[in-house]
Nanobody, 117 residues
Framework: QVQLVESGGGLVQPGGSLRLSCAAS????????MGWYRQTPGKQRESVAA???????NYADSVKGRFTISRDNAKNTVYLQMNSLKPDDSAVYYC???????????WGQGTQVTVSS
């Protein structure tokens, strides 16, 4: 069973930056894609960014131009670089990995990001 462990969350001022990391206990090359989701109380979890095994990326409109997802297969780690953070970016951020055979989503435990002055 693959485990995903997020780190890098915290408190940051508006306009600041954070880099989230998602370390997998196994090879991330086996995932069809990996991504970051976020959730605030009372709202559904939403996709923020995703990266495929071939390196193609996709972003939510709300973070385009500010967030960058990347992966380091050698370290079995996926990153989310977040710049120009806004209070609306405050949420618990979850790492997700999807394997196609069998179709299975893997989730991390989440890391809190708070953007506040």
């Amino acid at each position: 069973q693959v485990q995903l462990v997020e780190s890098g969350g915290g408190l940051v001022q508006p306009g600041g930056s954070l880099r989230l990391s998602c370390a997998a206990s196994g090879s991330i090359s086996s995932f069809l894609y990996m991504g970051w989701y976020r959730q605030t109380p009372g709202k559904q979890r939403e996709s923020v960014a995703a990266i495929t095994s071939s390196g193609s990326t996709n972003y939510a409109d709300s973070v385009k131009g500010r967030f960058t997802i990347s992966r380091d297969n050698a370290k079995n780690t996926v990153y989310l670089q977040m710049n120009s953070l806004k209070p609306d970016d405050s949420a618990v951020y979850y790492c997700n990995g999807f394997k196609a055979v069998p179709p299975t989503h893997f989730w991390g435990q989440g890391t809190q990001v708070t953007v506040s002055s």
